[in-house]
């Protein structure tokens, strides 16, 4: 299971912080990525960024300059901040799980467990 | 960045029909291709994943089909829960990974 935790209002220029509780799978399982995506109301998805088990982090090209994850493994739970955040940023945030699949191209990694969503509003 | 266009953006169907989702790439993609289904007030739910293992505990009736890039959802007969939006997904150039707009399967 994977639960989003975090201030659902969030002053425009200030810093979103969420984490993500992580239950039933250790957040160190080798191989394992964990996510973020975001949803705007009525919108698609968009991925905000991914750590691996390791430790190295991946960020969406258009969100990185804002966006830190990082992982707290002996909470067992990985975490979100984007900073400086407009209006456009609000949103539904999930945190998912990315687990090692045997794929054609070798292993490959869909989000296939999902949290229930946190839904982060921007105003002063 | 690779972008995911998915048509159509609404698909009407009655249950009992089949449905076939498109979702295309900007440019050539890998196998790494995912299809969600999400509703409303839900979280998504994972489909397929390498563009056409279904998941666990997903029905027969799901199959995902492509290459390069264009990839085909195709729900062989909509039973009424499967209303819903469905969005493909690539990472074909990680890390970069990037979701299609989605289509909605709604009753006609």
């Known amino acids: 299971q994977l639960q989003e935790s975090g201030p659902g209002l969030v002053k425009p220029s200030e810093t979103l912080s969420l984490i993500c509780i992580v239950s039933?799978?250790?957040?160190?399982?080798?191989?394992?990525?964990w996510g973020w995506i975001r949803q705007p109301p009525g919108k698609g998805l968009e991925w905000i960024g991914s750590?691996?088990?390791?430790?190295?982090?991946y960020y969406n090209p258009s969100l990185k300059s804002r966006v830190t994850i990082s992982a707290d493994t002996s909470k067992n739970q990985f975490s979100l901040q984007l900073s400086s955040v407009t209006a456009a940023d609000a949103a539904l945030y999930y945190c998912?799980?990315?687990?090692?699949?045997?794929?054609?191209?070798?292993?490959?990694?869909?989000?296939?467990?999902w949290g229930q969503g946190t839904l982060v509003t921007v105003s002063s | 960045e690779i972008v995911l266009t998915q048509s159509p953006a609404t698909l009407s169907l009655s249950p009992g029909e089949r449905a076939t989702l498109s979702c295309r790439a900007s440019q050539r993609v890998s196998s790494d291709l995912v299809w969600y289904q999400q509703k409303p007030g839900q979280a998504p739910r994972l489909l397929i994943y390498d563009t056409y293992n279904r998941a666990p505990g997903i029905p027969a009736r799901f199959s995902g089909s492509g290459s390069g890039t264009d990839f085909t959802l195709t729900i062989s007969s909509l039973e009424p829960e499967d209303f819903a939006v469905y969005y493909c997904q690539q990472r074909s150039n990680w890390p970069s990974l990037t979701f299609g707009g989605g289509t909605k399967v709604e009753i006609k």
């Open positions: 039933g799978v250790s957040t160190s399982s080798s191989g394992y990525y």
């Open positions: 998912a799980r990315q687990p090692p699949r045997r794929c054609s191209g070798g292993s490959c990694y869909p989000f296939d467990y």
């Open positions: 750590i691996y088990y390791s430790g190295t982090t």
